[in-house]
């Protein structure tokens, strides 16, 4: 089993709907979670950061860890064309991040 | 004032060559990182240095060579090049160990023909 599952989709959405991003992961020992956004030949970049069971939002963006379940997820509330990109969930232990294999996310107009 | 910056932004070379991709960062960071992204865009990190010691060496073949002259600066040289090392090089820095916010530069996408 890989530490860090992720679908890769491509999961293609209507604009306007919630679009909700998951991965599971296998390893107890990581502190930290994150999503990264990466555009069509750019580097990823950092979305949201949480080191904690619970939500943490950030504008139409909201980060939801379970570490009882090992589940992590990103909300996308009134999707835009322009939220398309690949959405890397990420988790960091022994001072190196794993990340997740991505998934492609299309907002169709 | 680009944060990361890597060079070249492409790279075709020839089966056997050796070649060099350079990173620089701005952002007064203590940690630099390398990582290799293949054609299924899975993101793996190969090397990271803090204040130019090395911390993370992955099962990463010897033909891999990164060399940091200072903090600011993270070059990986590489030695007879494969069909696969084909792949986008991505250099990265955060403040701190892992655990930090990473900040990638745009990728280097390499090509070995």
């Known amino acids: 089993q890989k530490e860090v599952e992720q679908d890769p989709g491509p999961l293609s959405v209507p604009e306007g709907a919630i679009v909700s991003l998951n991965c599971t992961y296998s390893?107890?020992?990581?502190?930290?979670f994150m999503w990264y956004r990466q555009y069509s030949r750019k580097g990823p970049e950092l979305l949201m950061y949480?080191?904690?069971?619970g939500n943490k939002e950030d504008g139409r963006f909201t980060a939801q860890v379970d570490k009882s379940s090992k589940y992590i997820s990103l909300f996308i509330r009134d999707s835009q064309p322009s939220d398309s990109a690949t959405y890397l969930c990420?988790?960091?232990?022994?001072?190196?991040?794993?990340f997740g294999k991505g998934t492609r996310l299309h907002i169709l107009p | 004032d680009t944060a990361v910056s890597q060079t070249p932004k492409y790279l075709v070379t020839q089966m056997g060559n050796d070649k060099s991709i350079k990173c620089e960062q701005n952002?007064?960071?203590?940690?630099m990182y390398w990582y290799k992204q293949d054609s299924k865009k899975f993101l793996k990190i190969m090397f990271s240095?803090?204040?130019?010691?090395?911390?993370i060496n992955e099962t990463v073949p010897n033909r891999f060579s990164p060399k940091s002259p200072d903090k600011a600066h993270l070059n990986l040289h590489i030695n007879s090049l494969e069909l696969g090392d084909s792949a986008v090089y991505f250099c990265?820095?955060?403040?701190?160990?892992?655990?930090?916010?990473?900040?990638f530069g745009p990728g280097t996408r390499l090509l070995v023909l």
């Open positions: 990265a820095s955060s403040q701190g160990l892992a655990g930090e916010t990473q900040y």
């Open positions: 390893n107890s020992a990581f502190q930290y």
């Open positions: 949480t080191y904690s069971s």
């Open positions: 990420a988790m960091n232990r022994d001072d190196k991040i794993i």
């Open positions: 952002l007064g960071h203590d940690t």
């Open positions: 240095y803090n204040n130019k010691e090395l911390i």
